[in-house]
C-alpha cells in the first residue's frame, strides 16, 4: 500500500502553454476589434468628407448673452441621433466653454478642435435625452441644431449647471427666429 501512495502523481495544475497560447489569442483579437473600429472611424470620417471646414470665431464676437461650461457629447445629422458626424472633430467628445452673443455661438473645446456657429446658420435648440453614444435623463441634454455646408446638424451639450438649459433653448430659439424673420423681410 505504501508503496503504491508513493508511486501516485498529481496532476499538473496549470498547463502554462495552453495558458499563455489563450491570453495572447485573446490579446489579438482585442487588438483587431479595436484596430477594425478605428477604421471605421477613419472611413465615417472620409465618407463625411465633402463637409467643409468649421467656422472660427470673428476677432471680435461681441457682448456675451450667456456663458457656460460643461461637455460637448459629439454631433449628429438633425433629426437622426445615432448618425454621428466625425469630420473635422465633430465626434470628439470633451469639455467646452460655450458663449452666446449676437454674431453666434462660440464652441471652446481644450485638446479638440473649436469651432463657431454663425447666428445666421443658428436653426434652434431644445432639451432632449439623447445624441449618439450618450443617454442622459430626459431633458438632461442641451441640443443645438444649425446649418452648416448644405447640412443640418445636431450638436449636443450638458452643462455643469443643468438648470440652465432652459435659458440656453430660449436664447437660442429667440436668435433663430429673429433671423428667419429678418431673411424673411429681404
Known amino acids: 500500500m505504501i ?3 508513493a508511486e501516485r502523481e498529481s496532476a499538473e495544475v496549470t498547463d502554462w502553454a495552453a495558458r499563455i497560447g489563450w491570453v ?6 482585442v487588438a483587431l476589434v479595436y484596430w477594425l473600429m478605428r477604421e471605421g472611424w477613419k472611413w465615417r470620417g472620409t465618407l463625411q468628407g465633402d463637409l467643409p471646414d468649421l467656422p472660427v470665431a470673428p476677432g471680435e464676437p461681441g457682448e456675451p448673452r450667456l456663458t ?5 457629447h459629439g454631433s449628429t445629422t438633425a433629426g437622426q ?3 454621428r458626424i466625425v469630420a473635422h472633430g465633430l465626434g470628439t467628445r470633451s469639455r467646452v466653454e460655450l458663449t452666446l452673443t449676437d454674431a453666434g455661438l462660440d464652441v471652446v473645446r481644450p485638446g479638440a478642435t473649436d469651432f463657431f456657429v454663425p447666428a445666421a446658420a443658428l436653426r434652434g435648440a ?3 435625452k439623447g ?16 446649418a452648416h455646408g448644405g447640412k443640418l446638424i445636431d450638436s449636443g451639450f450638458r452643462s455643469d449647471r443643468a438648470a440652465e438649459h432652459s435659458a440656453w433653448v430660449d436664447a ?10 429678418e431673411g424673411a423681410e429681404r
Open 68 to 72: 457656460t461650461s460643461g461637455r460637448y
Open 24 to 29: 495572447v489569442g485573446l490579446a489579438l483579437f
Open 3 to 5: 508503496l503504491l501512495a
Open 131 to 146: 445624441i449618439a453614444g450618450k443617454v442622459l435623463t430626459e431633458g438632461g441634454l442641451l441640443v443645438v441644431t444649425w
Open 126 to 128: 431644445r432639451l432632449d
Open 81 to 83: 441621433w445615432l448618425d
Open 172 to 181: 437660442i430659439n429667440s436668435m433663430s427666429n429673429t433671423n428667419t424673420t
